[in-house]
């Protein structure tokens, strides 16, 4: 064999294992998260309650309906089709229950790379890691690192799922299927202006005041320190332990903010920065019950006459 063709045998036996290697990485990863979640299920907020025999399904249903939704059943004489049906309302609702999931699966992922970093860090002798300090110490640096990155993707997809809760208020009130430009808190806004003063019902429900407590507050688990949070990861600064000789570059980037508010804004310590994210989802999970009952306050465009 010439030297070219060994050359380009041994790259694509190399490329093969490193296939082979990845392969292993995607399939692992997906168990691993699977066998976290079921060793600590109850941990992780979801929308659907557990054990309620199918009520919120119903519920859901209901809902759906409401805002226009084709029913389940259509009652029909055996020569007649049913209406054209808007699926919109299932699709803007089926969105949201997405990006919920996403964002779960997105704490989920950064609270075990929190923990695995963590044992790595105070136990590197759990895993068969090279004998060099330095090699040792750049391996748990690069497991430290991956926590950061999936805690910054968590905060934009908890934020994003209330951006698809707006997107089915603006449909409900104002029937505006275009979503471009107004996320949840201008959704929000705009009922509170225009809605909430043309219907006690909506101004006295303990659900709508819920949701504009959580859209208004900029306590840690409020809605406006979330925007906060997410804006600094999208457009300011990457989400890392803040060392103290970066501290002046931290300031520097939020002078314009009280002592107290830059504090807020401050990246944690790992295990406390999993503690907001896990705060957030809980409030996402607990609010949604809320979101409902107000969406079923929005004008009715139930088609009664087709539905069972």
């Given at each position: 064999?010439?030297?070219?063709?060994?050359?380009?045998?041994?790259?694509?036996?190399?490329?093969?294992?490193?296939?082979?290697?990845?392969?292993?990485?995607?399939?692992?990863?997906?168990l691993?998260?699977?066998?976290?979640?079921?060793?600590?299920?109850?941990?992780?907020?979801?929308l659907?309650?557990?054990?309620?025999?199918?009520?919120f399904d119903?519920?859901?249903?209901?809902?759906?309906q409401?805002?226009?939704?084709?029913p389940?059943?259509?009652?029909?004489?055996?020569?007649?089709?049913?209406?054209?049906?808007?699926?919109?309302?299932?699709?803007?609702?089926?969105?949201?229950?997405?990006?919920f999931?996403?964002?779960?699966?997105?704490?989920?992922?950064?609270h075990?790379?929190?923990?695995?970093?963590?044992?790595?860090?105070?136990?590197?002798?759990?895993?068969?890691?090279p004998?060099?300090?330095?090699?040792?110490?750049?391996?748990?640096?690069e497991?430290?690192?991956?926590?950061?990155?999936?805690?910054?993707?968590?905060y934009?997809?908890?934020?994003?799922f209330?951006?698809?809760?707006?997107?089915?208020?603006?449909?409900?009130?104002?029937n505006?299927?275009?979503?471009?430009?107004?996320?949840?808190?201008?959704?929000?806004?705009?009922?509170?202006?225009?809605?909430?003063?043309?219907?006690d019902?909506?101004?006295?429900?303990?659900?709508?005041?819920?949701?504009?407590?959580?859209?208004?507050?900029?306590?840690?688990?409020?809605?406006?320190?979330?925007?906060?949070?997410?804006?600094?990861v999208?457009?300011s600064?990457h989400?890392?332990?803040?060392?103290?000789?970066?501290?002046?570059?931290?300031?520097?980037?939020?002078?314009h903010?009280?002592?107290?508010?830059r504090?807020?804004?401050?990246?944690?310590?790992?295990?406390?920065?999993?503690?907001?994210?896990?705060?957030?989802?809980?409030?996402?999970?607990?609010l949604?019950s809320?979101?409902?009952?107000v969406?079923?306050?929005?004008?009715?465009?139930?088609?009664?006459?087709?539905?069972?």
């Open positions: 064999m010439v030297k070219g063709e060994h050359e380009t045998t041994a790259k694509q036996d190399r490329l093969v294992t490193v296939l082979g290697n990845a392969v292993s990485f995607v399939m692992n990863e997906a691993v998260l699977a066998q976290y979640e079921a060793v600590q299920e109850s941990k992780f907020a979801k659907w309650p557990a054990g309620d025999n199918g009520e119903k519920r859901i249903n209901r809902v759906v409401h805002l226009g939704g084709p389940e059943l259509y009652v029909l004489p055996n020569d007649q089709e049913p209406p054209p049906a808007d699926n919109y309302p299932e699709a803007a609702m089926r969105e949201a229950f997405a990006v999931s996403r964002a779960r699966k997105s704490v989920l992922r950064a075990l790379f929190m923990a695995g970093s963590s044992l790595l860090a105070k136990q590197p002798d759990l895993m068969d890691l004998d060099s300090p330095d090699a040792a110490a750049l391996f748990i640096k497991a430290q690192a991956a926590f950061w990155e999936h805690a910054e993707a968590a934009i997809r908890l934020y994003s209330w951006d698809r809760v707006g997107q089915v208020l603006d449909f409900a009130f104002f505006i299927r275009k979503f471009d430009q107004n996320g949840f808190t201008a959704v929000m806004d705009r009922i509170h202006s225009n809605a909430v003063p043309m219907d019902r909506l101004k006295s429900s303990n659900s709508w005041k819920r949701i504009r407590s959580f859209q208004t507050s900029e306590k840690d688990d409020g809605l406006k320190w979330l925007l906060q949070r997410r804006n600094l999208v457009h600064l989400l890392h332990a803040v060392q103290t000789d970066e501290e002046g570059v931290f300031k520097s980037q939020f002078n903010l009280d002592a107290a508010h504090e807020k804004l401050r990246p944690r310590e790992p295990a406390e920065e999993v503690a907001l994210l896990m705060g957030q989802l809980d409030g996402a999970a607990t949604f809320d979101f409902l009952s969406v079923e306050l929005s004008p009715s465009r139930k088609r009664d006459r087709w539905s069972l």
